[in-house]
C-alpha cells in the first residue's frame, strides 16, 4: 500500500498485532472470583508508566472511584487515553498521573466550560500531547479489540489533526481513493464502570455503549467497578445482557455511587453543584491544594469522599433527579 | 431592535435549516437547542443523534453532556461511537453543527490550541472531540457563532475540523468523502453559504438591523457576496415563545 503522508506526532505504544497476540495467549482465562477492594486492584494493576484507559463518556458512567484511587496511590508517568474525557482527565491532571496523552477530547467539562486546573497542566509543558478524534481513537481500539495492527477512516485528512497525529494517509488497493489508517491502541490497563457485575468479571450495563464494548476487549488487563454485584445465575439467566465476558476483567470491584459526580443513567444524575465546586476551586491553585487535601488525599476511600459530599441525602436527590421526580423542599 | 437576543436569533435561524425526516449529529449547547426548536416546529421527525450513542431521543430537556442520560430519553437505540460514526460515514447523517474558538474562509475549523507551539501552548483547547468526524462524515456542516475578527481568521493557528480546506477541489483530494463539507455559518450579523467554485464564504442574507459593512468589519478576512443578498427573517413570536418556554426555560444557553 502506498503511504501518502503521515502525522509527525508520537506514536506510544506498540502496534504489532503478533506481539499483543503473544499477551493474549497468556492472560488468565479460568472462572475464579476477582472481586477485591478497589486500592487492591489499583495497586495490583495500575503501575506507574502504563498506558490507562478509562471508560465512560465525559462525566458519565465514568468510573470516578478508580480515577480518584489513582491519584490517591500516587501513580505517575502514567499515558493517558483522552478519548472523550472530562471529569476523568481534571481527576487525573489535578494528581499530575499522566505525562503522555493521547488527545481526542481533554480539558473541556462540555456545556460547563473547561477546567481551569486542567488547562495549566496542559499548558505548562510537562505533558507530551498526539492528537486524534473521538471517532479515530474508537477506530484504534476496534482495530486492536479485532486483533489487527490498523483500521482505516475517512476523517482527520486534509486537517493539522493529521498532521500532529501518528496516523498515515494511504491509497486505498481497491478504490485508489486516499485513506487514514489509524494504528491498533492496546493499552496496558482500563477501567470500566457498570451497572452489574458478578464476581467472575461478567458485566452488563445500561444506556450508550460508547466506547466500552472496543476498550474492554483492546485492553491488556482490565478493572471492572460496579454499582453492585450480581449473581452469576443471574448472569447466565440472561446471557444477551452481557457486554463484557469474564476472561476479560482481571478484577472486580463493587463501588457503589462509583460514578459521582458524574451521571449514571437509570441510577443517578450528575451533581452540577460539586463539579462547578472542583471548577471553582480550580481557579487558584493554592485552594485548589487544599480542595485536593479535603476531597481525594483526605479521605481512606470512596465512601469518604460521598460522605464529604452529602452521602446518601445527597445520592437520594440525584437518584430523584435522573427521573426528572417533583423533590419536596 | 426586536425583543431577541443573538443566541436567541441563531437558534431560530439554525432551527429552519433542519428540514423534516432529516438527519441530525448535534452536541450540547446551541445546537442541540437548535435541533430541539426544530423537532417543535418545522421538523417534528428530525432524527437528533449524539456522537456518544443516542439514537433518536424525545429530548425532555436540555442535556449537560453528548452523553448523559437524557440523549436517550425515550430514544429509539442507546448504541455506542462507533455506531454513529460507522452511520455517518456510510452517509447516512444530513446535518452536523459545529463551532470553534477560529474560523477562516473555507469554513475550516480550530478547537485545538492558539499560538504555534504545539507541546506548550499558549492557550490549549479541549480538541476536535467528535468534531473532525462529523465534519469529514456529515452532508451539510454548519457554524453558529457569534462574528468578529478574533473568531473569523486569515488563518487558523490549528485547523482541527475540516471545512473546505483551501478551496476549489482540496478537499475531495485530501480523501474526504466526495461532496460533503460547510454549508452555513450563522452569526448574530448574517447567514453565510460558500461560492460553489472557490468555496470561500460569501453572504447570503443579512441578519435585522446589520450592514454588509458591519458584517465585513467584523470578519478577518475579505467575504464573497452573494448575486442577491436578502434581509434574513427574524425569529416569529411562535419561535421565540417554544424556545424560551419548552426548549431551554432554564436559560441555560438563551441565557448567555
Redesign the interface.
Known amino acids: 500500500m502506498e503511504v501518502i503522508a503521515q502525522g509527525g506526532g508520537p506514536l506510544f505504544m506498540e502496534t504489532d498485532a503478533d506481539k499483543a497476540r503473544k499477551f493474549f495467549r497468556l492472560k488468565k482465562r479460568s472462572l475464579v472470583n476477582k472481586l477485591m477492594p478497589l486500592q487492591e486492584a489499583v495497586a495490583q494493576f495500575v503501575h506507574d508508566g502504563d498506558y490507562l484507559g478509562i471508560g465512560g463518556f465525559g462525566a458519565n458512567r465514568t468510573p470516578t472511584a478508580a480515577c480518584h484511587e489513582i491519584v490517591r496511590q500516587g501513580r505517575k508517568n502514567l499515558i493517558f487515553c483522552g478519548h472523550t474525557s472530562t471529569h476523568d482527565y481534571q481527576i487525573l491532571a489535578a494528581g499530575e498521573a499522566f505525562n503522555r496523552c493521547d488527545i481526542a477530547y481533554i480539558i473541556g467539562m462540555e456545556i460547563r466550560g473547561l477546567s481551569p486546573n486542567a488547562r495549566r497542566y496542559s499548558e505548562s509543558g510537562k505533558v507530551q500531547f498526539c492528537e486524534w478524534t473521538n471517532y479515530a481513537l474508537a477506530l484504534r481500539l476496534k482495530a486492536a479489540a479485532m486483533g489487527v495492527s490498523y483500521l482505516p477512516g475517512r476523517n482527520v485528512l486534509g486537517t493539522d489533526t493529521f498532521k500532529r497525529s501518528a496516523a498515515k494517509a494511504a491509497r486505498c488497493p481497491f478504490s485508489g481513493k486516499l485513506y487514514c489508517l489509524y494504528p491498533a491502541l492496546w493499552p496496558d490497563v482500563s477501567v470500566i464502570h457498570v451497572h452489574e457485575a458478578d464476581i467472575y468479571g461478567n458485566a452488563r450495563f445500561k444506556g450508550i455503549s460508547i466506547c466500552d464494548l472496543e476498550l474492554a476487549r483492546a485492553s491488556k488487563r482490565l478493572i471492572i467497578t460496579c454499582e453492585r454485584l450480581i449473581h452469576n445465575e443471574e448472569i447466565r439467566r440472561d446471557p444477551s445482557a452481557t457486554l463484557i465476558p469474564y476472561f476479560l476483567a482481571d478484577a472486580v470491584c463493587e463501588v457503589p455511587y462509583g460514578a459521582y459526580p458524574g451521571n449514571m443513567v437509570g441510577e443517578y444524575f450528575s451533581d452540577e453543584d460539586h463539579l462547578k465546586l472542583w471548577m471553582e476551586s480550580e481557579k487558584d491553585p493554592e485552594r485548589f491544594k487544599k480542595f485536593l487535601d479535603t476531597y481525594i488525599y483526605g479521605v481512606k476511600d470512596f465512601v469518604g469522599y460521598l460522605d464529604l459530599c452529602g452521602g446518601m441525602k445527597r445520592m437520594t436527590q440525584l437518584r430523584a433527579e435522573e427521573y426528572m421526580f417533583e423533590q419536596p423542599s | 431592535m426586536a425583543d431577541y437576543n443573538a443566541m436567541e436569533l441563531m437558534i431560530c435561524i439554525a432551527a429552519r435549516e433542519l428540514e423534516d425526516g432529516a438527519t441530525v449529529g448535534v452536541?450540547?449547547?446551541a445546537p442541540c437547542a437548535a435541533a430541539m426548536l426544530s423537532q417543535k416546529t418545522c421538523s417534528p421527525n428530525l432524527l437528533i443523534m449524539?456522537?456518544?450513542?443516542?439514537v433518536a431521543p424525545l429530548l425532555?430537556?436540555m442535556p449537560?453532556?453528548?452523553?448523559?442520560?437524557r440523549?436517550?430519553w425515550k430514544a429509539v437505540m442507546?448504541?455506542?461511537?462507533?455506531e454513529i460514526?460507522e452511520t455517518a460515514?456510510r452517509g447516512m447523517l444530513d446535518y452536523t453543527f459545529l463551532g470553534g474558538a477560529q474560523i477562516d474562509m473555507y469554513g475550516?475549523l480550530n478547537s485545538?490550541r492558539v499560538g504555534d507551539n504545539?507541546?506548550?501552548?499558549?492557550?490549549?483547547?479541549?480538541?476536535?472531540?467528535?468534531?473532525?468526524?462529523f465534519a469529514?462524515?456529515a452532508w451539510r456542516m454548519m457554524v453558529m457563532t457569534p462574528q468578529d475578527t478574533k473568531r473569523f481568521v486569515e488563518r487558523c493557528s490549528?485547523?482541527?475540523?475540516?471545512g473546505w480546506?483551501k478551496g476549489g477541489d482540496?478537499?475531495a483530494k485530501?480523501?474526504?468523502?466526495l461532496e460533503a463539507g460547510p454549508y452555513k455559518i450563522i452569526t448574530n450579523m448574517a447567514v453565510m453559504d460558500f461560492e460553489p467554485e472557490s468555496k470561500r464564504m460569501r453572504i447570503i442574507s443579512i441578519n435585522h438591523g446589520y450592514s454588509e459593512k458591519d458584517i465585513q468589519d467584523n470578519c478577518g478576512f475579505e467575504l464573497l457576496k452573494a448575486p442577491k443578498i436578502v434581509e434574513t427573517p427574524p425569529p416569529t413570536a411562535e419561535e421565540l415563545r417554544i424556545l424560551r418556554e419548552e426548549v431551554d426555560p432554564l436559560k441555560?444557553i438563551i441565557g448567555r
Do not use: W, Y
Not at chain 2, 50 to 54: H, N, Q, S, T, V
Not at chain 2, 158 to 162: A, K, L, W
Open positions: 452536541g450540547t449547547g449524539f456522537e456518544a450513542g443516542g425532555p430537556e449537560i453532556s453528548v452523553g448523559d442520560s440523549t436517550t442507546a448504541s455506542g461511537m462507533c460514526m460515514c475550516n485545538t504545539h507541546q506548550k501552548p499558549k492557550v490549549r483547547l479541549p480538541g476536535s472531540g467528535g468534531a473532525n468526524d469529514s462524515f490549528f485547523v482541527t475540523t475540516p480546506i482540496s478537499r485530501c480523501g474526504l468523502p441555560l
